[in-house]
């Protein structure tokens, strides 16, 4: 059931029209961090101070905070897992390479000293994603994640979304 406030009815004083405020509330959420209520009043055609009372009451800057949050989280994710599908791609050219490398070795064709051997093992274990002696990929992941997270704490509300997208681009197109 639709309450007083969130039905389409008239500007004060009968004339103007009529608005749905749940339609103005979704738009003022939808504006993204930089939203104003002046936008809404040039959009919708009412009061800047009508439309402060309806959003006082009806919780508008706590739905729009809760709908950044989810946005920036969306994006943090997203970063993560091109990051993840990116060492995807590493690694099925290093199991090519290695590919390779095994058939060259049973032709005779490569010459490997037994001081190559900590080397290849090291490597092999890397891409594996296991830890080597300095860093396991699943800690590299996390925290990468964990800087991501503290870094746009640093990063008012209005840039995270700018924020985010650099560093979408700096880690390059996902697969």
Do not use: C
């Not at 930089?34 to 800047?48: I, K």
């Not at 994710?77 to 490398?101: N, T």
């Amino acid at each position: 059931m639709a309450t007083s406030s969130s039905r389409a009815r008239r500007k004060p004083g009968g004339g103007g029209p009529r608005i749905d405020w749940r339609e103005a509330k979704v738009y003022y959420v939808r504006l993204g961090p930089t939203r104003t209520y002046a936008e809404v009043e040039a959009r919708f055609g009412v009061s800047e101070t009508s439309i402060r009372k309806h959003a006082r009451a009806e919780g508008w800057r706590e739905t729009a905070a809760t709908h950044d949050a989810q946005v920036e989280r969306r994006l943090l994710d997203r970063a993560v897992r091109s990051h993840v599908e990116r060492a995807d791609v590493f690694q099925r050219i290093a199991d090519e390479y290695a590919d390779q490398l095994q058939e060259r070795l049973l032709e005779k064709a490569l010459d490997i000293k037994l001081s190559d051997f900590p080397g290849i093992a090291k490597t092999a274990a890397l891409f594996a994603g296991e830890p080597t002696d300095r860093v396991s990929f699943d800690e590299m992941q996390t925290g990468f994640r964990t800087l991501l997270e503290i870094a746009a704490r640093y990063v008012p509300k209005s840039k995270r979304p700018e924020f985010v997208a650099e560093v979408n681009e700096a880690l390059g197109p996902s697969e």
